[in-house]
């Protein structure tokens, strides 16, 4: 089953060598760049010509029957495909790799995480999954890669990213309209009992989806302060009308209570312009009836417990 994979290729098999090459370079095309040696079976080429290409460097090994056309520089979608066509039949690009590709979060990982139908043996740089309960609705394709559903993937980062990790790539999902909470309770009632299930049971149930999508860094050091000293979760990156239809974005907001976390990081908030901005808009929110803090990177890296007692003292006036 190695190099084995759904996409055949265009018109096969072909009986000149001019028409299989060309074959082979709209089917590579179409991969990233990467193909499967039952993929050029397909196509009408023999194991002579396989290995004549191999020899010639026309062709360059990245996995078992898995092979680069003419090159060996992958980038990682090209990666992923020769992950997932290196794991057989069926595969699908999954976890954090399927995450990343998705669009739901970025992935650092060493290897690349593939679900399988079938058990396969160890591929280096690949860390397969057996799931003998994958459906064809389990199965979705971005960029001609195929991969799990967002419904599932998210079931499998469940399994393997801590809650808050989890959190955000429903709040992505959401953002991107790619949420679909039926598809995800069908995914939770067919995989019932597989790791993953009750982190993801507990998301839904207790984190309301979509509104606590943060900007990298800063921010997700402040929510993460919140969570540790138990202040109740604001809403992030909200907007509020302030006057005459004039609006501005609000890095955490207290609704109840009209209380407003500005968190003020190294790259923003130093120029002139943008200070005189903050001014505006700290006057516009209190003009509105909100109470806003400020807190700066330092503050929030190195002394959260005096932010998280400024809030609380806050929450409790208002």
């Not at 809403?235 to 501005?248: A, E, I, L, M």
């Not at 929110?285 to 929030?300: I, M, N, S, Y």
Request: a positive charge; one cysteine or more; aromatic letters at 4%.
């Amino acid at each position: 089953m190695d190099g084995e994979c759904n996409i055949v290729g265009p018109g096969a098999p072909f009986s000149s060598i001019g028409q299989r090459r060309h074959a082979l370079e709209v089917l590579a095309t179409g991969q990233h760049g990467v193909v499967g040696r039952r993929q050029l079976l397909g196509l009408g080429c023999s194991v002579d010509e396989i290995r004549g290409m191999l020899e010639s460097r026309r062709l360059v090994a990245i996995h078992r029957g898995v092979y680069a056309a003419g090159h060996r520089a992958l980038n990682a979608r090209a990666t992923w495909m020769a992950a997932v066509l290196a794991c057989g039949s069926g595969a699908l690009l999954s976890h954090r790799s399927g995450g990343a590709l998705i669009g739901l979060r970025r992935s650092s990982l060493s290897y690349v995480e593939v679900s399988t139908a079938t058990r396969r043996r160890g591929i280096h740089g690949v860390k397969p999954y057996f799931s003998s309960k994958l459906q064809p609705q389990d199965r979705h394709e971005v960029d001609g890669i195929p991969c799990t559903s967002v419904a599932l993937t998210l079931l499998n980062l469940a399994a393997v990213l801590p809650r808050r990790g989890l959190e955000r790539a429903c709040d992505e999902a959401e953002v991107q309209e790619l949420f679909d909470l039926r598809a995800v309770e069908d995914v939770l009632r067919r995989f019932d009992g597989c790791r993953g299930a009750a982190a993801l049971r507990a998301v839904l149930r207790e984190h309301a989806i979509g509104t606590t999508l943060t900007r990298p860094g800063l921010e997700e050091l402040a929510l993460t302060l919140c969570d540790r000293a138990g202040i109740p979760r604001p809403v992030v990156n909200s907007r509020v009308v302030c006057r005459d239809g004039v609006f501005w974005e609000l890095d955490f907001l207290w609704r109840a209570e009209r209380l407003v976390l500005e968190t003020d990081g190294r790259r923003f908030h130093h120029s002139r312009r943008q200070i005189e901005r903050d001014r505006r808009k700290e006057a516009d929110l209190v003009r509105a009836g909100h109470q806003v803090l400020r807190a700066t990177w330092w503050q929030v890296e190195r002394d959260p417990r005096s932010v998280a007692l400024m809030i609380l003292a806050a929450l409790a006036d208002r």
